[in-house]
């Protein structure tokens, strides 16, 4: 299904450790709004998709989803290798490392871990892209947050990369709620599950 390509969809350079970043950063990765939120979400609503293009934009943006996770976790374990004990604990880092040493693990900016319940799959496709098209703007507001913390040139190169990539998606996804649209009856957009209801 998928052709895979040994590196980033936009170069992460990171030179410079910096592990209090990292711990906003690391949100986009597990935190209620981030990449494998969204890949799983659009990854399991292809399959009630009844309509098949629309399932292909599904497709498309869950798999580039998880090209960005991987970026995500690009540029957090470029701000955290090679740290000391010493910075690790100065920086407020250390909950963090107790658990998990400096390899990467979903969690939110706050601590706490990923969950399949920070994304629905309800198999109506209006219910489906809506939330997808919600989605896209928290993540967009999320990446908006991240930049006004932080200054440094080259992690907000890939993070403006990633910004605009989830303005692309909902742009798609409004289309795709357009296609569903145009096989409905405009009278009862809402009334009706073309999964369920026509057949």
């Known amino acids: 299904m998928w052709n895979y390509e040994k590196r ?15 711990q906003v950063i690391i949100s986009q990765f597990g935190g209620p709004d981030g990449e494998l939120a969204a890949s ?24 580039e989803e998880l090209a960005h996770m991987e970026m995500i976790c690009a540029i957090v374990y470029q701000l955290t290798k090679d740290l000391t004990p010493e910075e690790i ?33 309800k198999g109506d496709p209006i219910t489906d892209l ?3 098209m919600a989605a896209e703007q928290k993540a967009r507001t999320t990446y908006d947050n991240i930049l006004r913390l932080i200054k440094d040139p080259e992690i907000c190169d890939p993070i403006r990369f990633l910004r605009e990539r989830e303005i ?19 009278r009862n957009f809402y009334a009706i599950n073309p999964e369920f209801d026509i057949k």
């Open 8 to 22: 980033l969809q936009y170069p992460v350079k990171i030179t410079r450790t910096n592990p209090k970043m990292a």
């Open 89 to 121: 604990e100065k920086y407020g880092f250390d909950k963090y490392y107790v658990d998990h040493t400096l390899a990467l693990w979903p969690q939110a900016a706050a601590g706490t871990p990923w969950t399949a319940t920070y994304f629905q799959s």
């Open 40 to 63: 799983m979400r659009y990854l399991s609503q292809r399959y009630t998709m009844p309509y098949k293009e629309v399932t292909g934009i599904l497709t498309d943006i869950g798999t």
């Open 168 to 186: 692309v998606h909902y742009q798609r996804f409004g289309e795709s709620l357009r296609i569903v649209q145009d096989h409905l009856d405009s």
């Open 130 to 132: 809506s939330e997808d």
